[in-house]
Structure formats: structure tokens, C-alpha cells
């Protein structure tokens, strides 16, 4: 018994010192010199880490140098068996309200343990309600709409079935 | 305290901030080794400036007379003349007329008010504004006979009719000097982005990473842009002053496209810089 919780106890502090320890926002320059390499770049306001968080203020997504998108808040947290990213109040760009939905209040992507190959989505915002998924292994992402807002520009995309709009795509 | 300093309790404590710190040392080593230690930021591109406007002068030089100056005054409060009609829709119980205010086209319904005055009603030809309780009789304009005579209905419209009034597109027509793109062809491009590149190719020009302009890969013969005289290998130097160097620029002129009368193309046709003038209407 003392074996198994000295065990645990090692475990834990391993595990509790590396999410200490791990230079979160060198990881997002890590992603955001990555995303530059594909033109994308991410202007931010502010940086600021937590125990198990990385949170991102006033972010500005330019793509060729173009101002597309901006959004409030994006939260990293993980404790590495559960991850999420919180992107709050991603607002368009007005020029692209005729492709895209313009705003989407919250989006929360999460990646769990327990269904490792597999990232789940949930959204709202101008297009109404989302909930998905992108798996790895079947290489999919399938994305329905739960409540239908303004999805006219999108709509050419998407696909009906008994359950109502939904979003497919294999990559 | 007696058993803090007990030689087994230092070793634990001892082992601990040991391995806390190889901990450290391992992350410090991934951080130098393969993560990037610079925040990567946009750099605003200060070359982009407003599209600039020409302006019309009279065509005579004899400077204008006072009295202009008294009239453009009377603008900024509200003119009458600066609302065009465009299109009307009479019904028994409701009136819908398109109008054009400031290079903007907007529908009003009756009571709704645009530039100080309230829209009454509307004749077969005619909209009546009242604006201090004083009317205002505005005609339906003339250049809009083209584009009028589909969407003028003077009983209810069918869904049919209604999607008639959006079908004709403008076309590039050259009189003399100048060539004259009609706005609803312009509009037509600026809403479908997708359009643009079924008629022309555009390449960037780049030297290493840095890019330095776009140049025309081909334009579809019988395409509007075809009318415009822009030809394959043109490179676009600047639209209307804006010299096009990076896809900010660019988007900064697509942003803008819809409220510009005029348009100056300057472009690179071998040795060659020209400069193509276009009047939107």
C-alpha cells in the first residue's frame, strides 16, 4: 500500500510539475510561427499564463497581410489527459459576411483522453447553434447544426438529412 | 521541526527540488532546442492610404460664383437633389421606392426618411418626399431607364418579376477617351469575389518572399474585363493612387470598390507604364 501511494504520489508531482513547468507561451509562438508559414499571423494584446492556462486578449488574424477576423479572448487549458481552446466573440471581417457567418460568440474545441483520436466542437453565434467532431482516424469532420440562424451564405455547403443541417467533410 | 531536519526528511526535500529542477532543465532544453522564444506579429502596413476621388471641375476655367458657395452650404443640411430616383414599386396601401444617396442605394417604404425627408408617396414616374411641411417631387432618373423599365411595377409584383429586376448586369462601353463600366456590373463583381477569377488570373510577383505587385495571367476573351483593356503580363502597379504592393492594398481597393466614381488603372505593359481611366456609372 505505502508502494502505491509513494506511485501515486510520484505521478502526480511529475504530472503537476511539467504542466508547471511547460513554457506555455512559447508553445503559442511555436503556433503562431507555424501559422506563419501558411501567411497566417496572429496579433495579440495580451499574453497572460496560468497554472494550466493560456489566455490570449484582442487577437487580429491576418491572412496575406489582410485583416480578416478579430477576436476577444482565447483560452488554452489543458491538463494534458483534457484539453480545450475557448475562442470568444470571433468577429468577421465585414467584406466576408457574404461568404462566412459573421459572428460566433463561443466556439469550444475540446480533446479528451478517453477519445484520443477525435476533437470535438460546440459553437454559437450568427449562424446559430453547432455541435461536431473531426476525427482522425476516419479522417472526417462533421459538424450539425443544432439551431439555424443565418446560414444563407453558407448553405451551399451544407447538406440536410432527418436531423436537419450538417456540415461534412473528409480531409 | 525536530523532524524537518531529520537526515531522511533533508533527502526527500533534497530529491524533490532535484528533480523539480531537471524537470525545469528538460523544459528549458525543448524551449531553446525547438520552441520559438519571439511573439510573431502582423506589421501594419503603413503604405495603405483612402482611395482618392477625382472630381469634375467645370469645363470652363471661370471661377464659380458665389452663389455655389451658398448652395453647398444648403447641402450639408439636407438636399433634395442629393437623392435620386431609381426605381419605383406603387401599391394601393404602400409605396417602395430605390433610391441613390451618396453612391448608396437604398429601399424606403413610405414614412421612412432619408436625408432629412420623409417619403409620402409615388406616382408612376415621380416620388413625394416632405421635409418641413413643404413637398418635394423627385423624378425617376432618366440613366435609370435601363434598369427601371424591369423594375418599376406599378401593380404587385409576382415573385417572377421580382427576380427579373435583378438579372441585367451592366456592361464596359468606350466612349471616346474614357470607358464607362456600369455600376451594377462593378457590384456584381464586388458581391461575387469567386466571378472575378473565372474571367482573370491574377499571379502575385514576388522577389524571394517579399511580394512586390500582381501581374494579369490571362483575361477571358468576351469577358467584361476583357472591355477594360487590360491585356495578359499587365502588371498592376496602383488603382486610383493606391499602389498595389501587398494584399492589404489590394483588399483595401476591393474593400472601397463600391463607393469610387471613377477608377485609375495604372499598369506595366512591358517597358511600358499606362495609365487607363475609368468613369463608373
Redesign the interface.
Known amino acids: 500500500m505505502q508502494m502505491v501511494k509513494k506511485s501515486a504520489f510520484i505521478i502526480l508531482?511529475?504530472w503537476f510539475?511539467?504542466l508547471l513547468?511547460?513554457?506555455k507561451a512559447?508553445?503559442y509562438?511555436?503556433l503562431?510561427?507555424t501559422l506563419?508559414e501558411q501567411d497566417i499571423?496572429?496579433?495579440?494584446q495580451s499574453?497572460n499564463e496560468g497554472l494550466f492556462s493560456l489566455s490570449i486578449k484582442d487577437v487580429?488574424v491576418?491572412v496575406?497581410?489582410?485583416?480578416l477576423a478579430h477576436v476577444e479572448e482565447l483560452d488554452f487549458f489543458t491538463l494534458l489527459f483534457y484539453s480545450s481552446l475557448e475562442v470568444l466573440n470571433l468577429q468577421v471581417d465585414?467584406?466576408l459576411h457574404?461568404?462566412v457567418p459573421a459572428t460566433t460568440k463561443e466556439a469550444v474545441f475540446t480533446h479528451s483522453l478517453l477519445s484520443p483520436l477525435s476533437v470535438s466542437v460546440d459553437a454559437n453565434g450568427s449562424f446559430g447553434t453547432v455541435e461536431g467532431q473531426a476525427n482522425v482516424l476516419d479522417k472526417e469532420v462533421r459538424i450539425d447544426f443544432v439551431e439555424v440562424g443565418n446560414i444563407g451564405m453558407i448553405q451551399p455547403y451544407l447538406k440536410k438529412d432527418e436531423k436537419g443541417w450538417f456540415y461534412e467533410k473528409s480531409f | 521541526m525536530k523532524n524537518l531536519f531529520k537526515p531522511e526528511m533533508l533527502k526527500v526535500l533534497i530529491g524533490i527540488l532535484t528533480f523539480l529542477l531537471v524537470l525545469k532543465l528538460v523544459w528549458f532544453v525543448v524551449q531553446i532546442t525547438w520552441l520559438s522564444a519571439l511573439d510573431i506579429d502582423q506589421q501594419e502596413d503603413q503604405s495603405s492610404k483612402s482611395l482618392y476621388y477625382r472630381v469634375k471641375l467645370t469645363p470652363n476655367n471661370i471661377a464659380a460664383p458665389q452663389k455655389v458657395v451658398h448652395q453647398t452650404t444648403k447641402k450639408i443640411a439636407g438636399s433634395i437633389k442629393e437623392i435620386k430616383l431609381l426605381a419605383i414599386y406603387n401599391a394601393s396601401d404602400i409605396a417602395v421606392v430605390t433610391v441613390e444617396y451618396r453612391h448608396k442605394s437604398k429601399v424606403l417604404g413610405s414614412g421612412d426618411i432619408i436625408n432629412g425627408f420623409t417619403l409620402e408617396g409615388a406616382g408612376s414616374n415621380f416620388a413625394m418626399f416632405s421635409k418641413n411641411s413643404k413637398n418635394y417631387k423627385v423624378m425617376l432618373a432618366k440613366n435609370a431607364k435601363s434598369t427601371s423599365t424591369s423594375s418599376i411595377v406599378k401593380t404587385v409584383p409576382t415573385p417572377k418579376t421580382r427576380v427579373k429586376t435583378k438579372k441585367p448586369l451592366g456592361e464596359v462601353t468606350n466612349e471616346g477617351d474614357i470607358r464607362i463600366i456600369d455600376r451594377s456590373l462593378l457590384d456584381h463583381y464586388a458581391d461575387n469575389m469567386e466571378e472575378i477569377y473565372k474571367n482573370i488570373g491574377i499571379a502575385e510577383i514576388k522577389k524571394g518572399k517579399d511580394l512586390q505587385g500582381f501581374k494579369i495571367n490571362f483575361v477571358r476573351k468576351d469577358s467584361p474585363f476583357a472591355k477594360l483593356g487590360i491585356r495578359r503580363n499587365d502588371v498592376v502597379k496602383s488603382i486610383n493612387g493606391q499602389e498595389i504592393t501587398s494584399y492589404n492594398a489590394a483588399f483595401g481597393v476591393y474593400k472601397n470598390i463600391k463607393n469610387v466614381d471613377n477608377l485609375s488603372l495604372v499598369i506595366m505593359r512591358g517597358k511600358e507604364e499606362m495609365e487607363l481611366e475609368y468613369e463608373i456609372n
Open positions: 508531482a511529475v510539475s511539467v513547468f511547460m513554457p512559447e508553445l509562438y511555436t503562431e510561427k506563419a499571423k496572429l496579433n495579440e499574453i487580429t491576418y496575406k497581410g489582410i485583416a465585414e467584406a457574404a461568404k
